[in-house]
């Protein structure tokens, strides 16, 4: 059971928006720590989308936003195409018993 | 251009040892704090381990604490991770990240590991 929960699936067309959400609690997201974002293409290794909650890193499209509000944060992706096709990775940082960094437990993305 | 190399994995038996290997190219290795990630096979991402940049910092997951050490040689740029008394449930592809402001900005390829009899 991962820390920070994420729905195992979601879907969309191509050319539509897709939201993935990142539900945590008060020792994580809603303690105020930042939300980041990972994408993993099958067979190789997850690659930084999102960081500090609605930034991309360099070569990221602008197809990619993230936000945060509460114990929860959300990953939308507009314009689907069919290389989207992936599994995408919330991940955050968890202040409750000791120090640790945590990952939900992902979601993947079907381009119908 | 920031490249992580894994190396080490294999296939050992129940409460046997390992020790992985990360070399790291293209960026100022001292200046960052570096983590090891696992995935099982068909699995999520799972935290394990992190260390500082100057190594005097250690931070682990409950499930390795007591059996993982991690380390660092900034004269070899190389991580480490020393694992001990494995279990099955620690069979997974084990990723070396670099650490930027608590999140992982570039990753290795991953060496699997599996423990098994």
């Known amino acids: 059971q991962s820390v920070l929960t994420q729905p195992p699936s979601v879907s969309g067309a191509p050319g539509q928006r897709v939201t993935i959400s990142c539900t945590g609690s008060?020792?994580?997201?809603?303690?105020?720590?930042?939300v980041h974002w990972y994408r993993q293409l099958p067979g190789t290794a997850p690659k930084l989308l999102i960081y500090g909650n609605n930034n991309r890193p360099s070569g990221v499209p602008d197809r990619f936003s993230g936000s945060k509000s509460g114990t929860s944060a959300s990953l939308a992706i507009t314009g689907l195409q069919a290389e989207d096709e992936a599994d995408y990775y919330c991940q955050s940082y968890d202040s409750s018993l000791s120090v640790s960094w945590v990952f939900g437990g992902g979601t993947k993305l079907t381009v119908l | 251009e920031v490249q992580l190399l894994e190396s080490g994995g294999g296939l050992v038996q129940p409460g046997g040892s390992l020790r992985l290997s990360c070399a790291a190219s293209g960026f100022a290795f001292t200046s960052y704090a570096m983590s090891w990630v696992r995935q099982a096979p068909g699995k999520g991402l799972e935290w394990v381990s992190t260390?500082?940049?100057?190594?005097?910092?250690?931070y682990y997951a409950d499930s390795v604490k007591g059996r993982f050490t991690i380390s660092r040689d900034n004269s070899k740029n190389t991580l480490y991770l020393q694992m001990k008394s494995l279990r099955a449930e620690d069979t997974a592809l084990y990723y070396c990240a670099k650490e930027f402001g608590g999140y992982y900005e570039d990753w290795g390829q991953g060496t699997l590991v599996t423990v098994s009899s």
């Open positions: 260390l500082s940049g100057s190594g005097g910092n250690t």
């Open positions: 008060s020792s994580n997201i809603g303690a105020g720590y930042d």
